[in-house]
T-cell receptor
């Protein structure tokens, strides 16, 4: 297992298009988190899964955002009708319970 | 709501010297975790050091150590014998314990960009 992987690493999309990102956590990790990081800021929490259940969503997660984690394995984050303000790095992290969170390298989204 | 503040956007240190990065936080909880994460350019964030609030002893990991002042809500990171590979963004982060019903998400500061001069 090589850690948390995210795909794609970079995505450029036109405003109004839908985009989907994927996160593959460390295999035995039951918790999975999505964060958003904009330039000059620290990561901000978006949503959290324990196994397949989405247990918490930040108010940052507008109704254009949806996340899934079918079967408690990989997770997807979809943004519908992208806006320029959605441009950011989207980070995924996983942990085993309350243990250390391991981060992926992120997906950098640019909305033009 | 909990907040984390890093007041130094950028810091610079000479190779082999020591540098201290500052972090303050605000919480009404008595038990929590504090972390320092390192984010090198174009690479993933990795954990540098972790401190549990109920432990009075400051955490150390090789060249990295913290100065945890619970009453002052201060959590600084000291890097000794700085190396070129230490150059990165450093983020201070806070997390509640599970006893408070927390889901375990991290609350980050804005980060400090550390440059190491040869």
């Amino acid at each position: 297992d090589t850690g948390v992987s995210q795909d794609p690493r970079h995505k450029i999309t036109k405003r109004g298009q839908n985009v989907t990102f994927r996160c593959d956590p460390i295999s035995e990790h039951n918790r999975l988190y999505w964060y958003r990081q904009t330039l000059g800021q620290g990561p901000e929490f978006l949503t959290y899964f324990q196994n397949e259940a989405q247990l918490e969503k930040s108010r940052l997660l507008s109704d254009r955002f949806s996340a899934e984690r079918p079967k408690g394995s990989f997770s997807t984050l979809e943004i519908q009708r992208t806006e320029q303000g959605d441009s950011a790095m989207y980070l995924c992290a996983s942990s085993l319970g309350q243990g250390e969170a391991f981060f992926g390298q992120g997906t950098r989204l640019t909305v033009v | 709501a909990q907040t984390v503040t890093q007041s130094q956007p950028e810091m610079s240190v000479q190779e082999a010297e020591t540098v201290t990065l500052s972090c303050t936080y605000d919480t009404s909880e008595s038990d929590y975790y504090l972390f320092w994460y390192k984010q090198p350019p174009s690479r993933q964030m990795i954990l540098v050091i972790r401190q549990e609030a109920y432990k009075q002893q400051n955490a150390t990991e090789n060249r990295f150590s913290v100065n945890f002042q619970k009453a002052a809500k201060s959590f600084s990171l000291k890097i000794s014998d700085s190396q070129l590979g230490d150059a990165a963004m450093y983020f201070c982060a806070y997390r509640e314990t599970s006893y408070g019903g927390s889901q375990g998400n991290l609350i980050f500061g804005k980060g400090t960009k550390l440059s190491v001069k040869p």
